[in-house]
């Protein structure tokens, strides 16, 4: 069981928009620490996506796009496309457990 | 150019240590505050140890008293030693770099070394 929870999966059409969801609570996003995402496909190392929220990391299409409201936050792909096929992850820092935390990962398909 | 490689994963029976290393080229591991990220086979990212630039530690907590993070500044590298180990300690380790204003915010990552803990 994860800190952070989100969606096993989510799937989209090409060039549809999806949102992966991002649910923490006041020990974490809602105590205001930063939450930054990650892409993973098969066999490979996390890839840096958004840091601080909101903010994409170098090289990263402006297709992708974070938010954050609350104990939440969210990551919106818009225009979606085959590459786009992997595991998302979300990420924070938790105060009650003087670590960071991982969400449980969605799996992304592009039908 | 930022290089991390990670070393010394293997086979090991449960009860047994392990030390991982993780070796830095392009910037200083003693200058830069350096975790530990874990992915059991087909599971999620969990992030397990951070050691400060200034030098504090701090786990996870189901490795709480039995891994250590540590660094060599003049090896330039971070280690991971591991010791009664259990098989829900089985997956693929990264060592990770965070920056300097947010710790967990991993840009770089190693490729990953696998830890298997079986008998």
């Known amino acids: 069981q994860s800190v952070l929870t989100q969606p096993p999966s989510v799937s989209g059409a090409p060039g549809q928009r999806i949102t992966i969801s991002c649910t923490g609570s006041?020990?974490?996003?809602?105590?205001?620490?930063?939450v930054h995402w990650y892409q993973q496909v098969p066999g490979a190392a996390p890839k840096f996506l958004i840091f601080g929220n909101t903010d994409r990391a170098s090289g990263v299409p402006d297709r992708f796009s974070g938010s954050r409201s609350g104990t939440s936050a969210s990551l919106a792909i818009t225009g979606l496309q085959a590459e786009d096929e992997a595991h998302y992850y979300c990420?924070?820092?938790?105060?009650?457990?003087?670590?960071?935390?991982f969400g449980g990962g969605t799996k992304v398909t592009v039908l | 150019e930022v290089l991390l490689v990670e070393s010394g994963g293997g086979l090991i029976q449960p009860g047994g240590s392990l030390r991982l290393s993780c070796a830095a080229s392009?910037?200083?591991?003693?200058?830069?505050?350096m975790s530990w990220v874990r992915q059991a086979p087909g599971k999620g990212l969990e992030w397990v140890s951070v050691?400060?630039?200034?030098?504090?530690?701090y786990y996870v907590d189901s490795v709480k008293g039995r891994f250590t993070i540590s660094r060599d500044e003049s090896e330039n590298t971070l280690s991971l030693h591991m010791n009664r180990l259990r098989a829900e300690d089985t997956a693929v380790y990264y060592c990770a770099r965070g920056f300097s204003s947010s710790w967990y915010r991993f840009l770089f990552w190693g490729q990953g070394a696998l830890v298997t803990v079986s008998s």
């Open positions: 990420q924070s820092y938790d105060v009650s457990l003087l670590g960071s935390v």
């Open positions: 050691i400060y630039s200034g030098g504090s530690t």
């Open positions: 392009g910037f200083s591991v003693s200058n830069t505050h």
């Open positions: 006041s020990s974490n996003i809602g105590a205001g620490y930063d």
